[in-house]
């Protein structure tokens, strides 16, 4: 069983729809991350948090620590959304340590 | 904006050659990891750096794969004999040591092995 699980894996949506995207892990975390990663393969951070909830622009994520799990939500879809979400959670080894990834969504939003 | 700059953008390779990818990290930054992309396993940790020691290099095959640091503005993952599984996307991460602070990536390094 991967330690850190997305759903879904793949996700396709019209222009304004409102998107979630969901994480699972099940192993200690210092923090959780979510990554954007576009069709060009340049992956950029969009949110690390280890509580409550983060805000930024369209974007919305959110953590339960006791529930182990987090999402990111998108409001106001647009095509240029389009691309893979990851989700990765590090560990509690140093405050630097490892990143465990999740597989992914691949969200494509059509006009 | 600083950025994590990766060299080369492509490599395109035979069996059995040596490959060197380079990643210069953010000035000032002072650990960098190294993460393998491949369509089946997603992203995996291959090895990291604080201040140029190795942490962690737990991720990386080590009869073939190698990682170090020269100095501070440069990061070296060397593969030697290369064999075609370890056709990937090689991302450099760094970042700056201060909690609460994301890694950065570079843009990667798209490996063939052929």
Not at chain 1, 14 to 20: C, K
Not at chain 1, 63 to 83: G, Y
Request: charged share 20%; glycine share 8%; aromatic share 8%.
């Amino acid at each position: 069983k991967n330690e850190v699980e997305q759903s879904p894996q793949n996700l396709t949506a019209q222009e304004g729809e409102f998107i979630t995207i969901n994480c699972s892990y099940s192993v200690g975390i210092s923090a959780l991350h979510w990554l954007q990663q576009h069709p060009g393969g340049g992956i950029v951070s969009l949110f690390m948090l280890s509580s409550g909830k983060k805000k930024h622009g369209r974007l919305i994520a959110t953590i339960n620590i006791q529930e182990k799990h987090s999402s990111l939500h998108i409001t106001a879809s647009h095509p240029r959304d389009s691309a893979v979400y990851i989700c990765a959670v590090r560990t509690k080894e140093g405050s630097q340590g490892n990143l465990i990834f999740g597989k992914g969504t691949k969200l494509s939003v059509k006009p | 904006d600083a950025r994590v700059t990766q060299t080369p953008r492509d490599k395109v390779t035979e069996m059995g050659q040596e490959v060197t990818m380079r990643c210069q990290p953010i000035l000032g930054h002072n650990t960098v990891f190294w993460y393998r992309q491949t369509m089946m396993q997603g992203l995996e940790l291959l090895a990291y750096f604080r201040n140029r020691a190795p942490l962690d290099d737990s991720g990386m095959p080590k009869d073939r794969f190698s990682a170090e640091m020269p100095d501070a503005t440069l990061a070296t993952l060397k593969i030697q004999p290369s064999e075609p599984r370890d056709s990937a996307v090689y991302f450099c991460a760094s970042h700056s040591g201060f909690a609460g602070q994301p890694q950065h990536f570079g843009d990667g390094t798209r490996l063939s092995i052929l």
